[in-house]
């Protein structure tokens, strides 16, 4: 995973809950590791439904990069999405209606979401370079490889459900280990 990415959270539940796993369990790695596995399904999640951790939507893709799905590597029109007159089929209109941002032509950025245990807690992030980009939004003026501006959406945080299922897990892990 790149450490390219690093989204502190500033919860005190969360933080009471941690404390007290770490405290009262002389192993917690089997919560942490809980713990990462939810997030990660509740990060990809957010592909889906196109929200931030803290529920806002996602902007919108631009036209420039509706447009980009509708040409090859090279620039050239694809003909399986165009009519003969140039303009896009039924079939690409079909495309561009279902475009989601954060989701490329591979989906990459939301399939390769991982975590991970270290000396410092729990890593919830992407291998993929342009992660930071996507999370944090970017300039043209600033980075002239890009096509456009890109919105920062973040995938990456915990949301008010993350926190409950942490606190939650953090209580079903302590009742295991000490008892009810």
Same mark, same amino acid.
């Given at each position: 995973? @790149?450490?390219?990415?690093?989204? *502190? #959270?500033?919860?005190?539940?969360?933080d009471? =809950?941690?404390r $007290?796993?770490? *405290? =009262?369990?002389?192993?917690? $790695?089997? =919560?942490y590791?809980? #713990?990462?596995?939810?997030?990660?399904l @509740?990060?990809? &999640?957010? +592909?889906?439904?196109?929200?931030?951790?803290?529920?806002? /939507? %996602?902007?919108?893709? @631009?036209?420039?990069?509706?447009?980009? &799905? +509708?040409?090859? @590597?090279?620039?050239?029109?694809?003909?399986?999405?165009? /009519?003969?007159?140039?303009?896009?089929?039924?079939?690409?209109?079909?495309? =561009?209606?279902?475009?989601?941002?954060?989701?490329?032509?591979?989906?990459?950025?939301?399939?390769? #979401?991982?975590?991970?245990?270290?000396?410092?807690?729990?890593?919830?992030?992407?291998?993929?370079?342009?992660?930071?980009?996507?999370?944090?939004?970017?300039?043209?003026?600033? +980075?002239?490889?890009? %096509?456009?501006?890109?919105p920062?959406? &973040?995938?990456?945080?915990?949301?008010?459900?993350?926190? &409950?299922? #942490?606190?939650?897990?953090?209580?079903?892990?302590?009742?295991?280990?000490?008892?009810?």
């Amino acid at each position: 995973m @790149s450490d390219a990415i690093e989204v *502190k #959270i500033d919860s005190k539940v969360v933080d009471d =809950a941690i404390r $007290r796993l770490d *405290k =009262a369990a002389a192993y917690p $790695r089997p =919560a942490y590791l809980g #713990i990462g596995e939810k997030l990660v399904l @509740s990060t990809k &999640q957010r +592909f889906v439904t196109g929200t931030a951790p803290d529920g806002s /939507r %996602w902007e919108p893709n @631009s036209q420039a990069t509706y447009l980009q &799905q +509708f040409v090859d @590597s090279e620039g050239h029109k694809l003909k399986s999405l165009h /009519r003969k007159d140039g303009k896009i089929n039924a079939r690409g209109s079909d495309k =561009a209606i279902s475009k989601k941002p954060l989701i490329g032509k591979s989906g990459a950025l939301s399939q390769q #979401i991982d975590y991970r245990l270290d000396e410092n807690g729990l890593r919830i992030g992407s291998p993929m370079e342009y992660a930071s980009m996507q999370q944090h939004g970017g300039k043209k003026s600033k +980075f002239p490889n890009l %096509w456009g501006d890109i919105p920062a959406r &973040q995938f990456l945080g915990v949301s008010s459900n993350d926190e &409950q299922m #942490i606190v939650n897990s953090v209580g079903e892990y302590l009742t295991q280990v000490v008892g009810s």
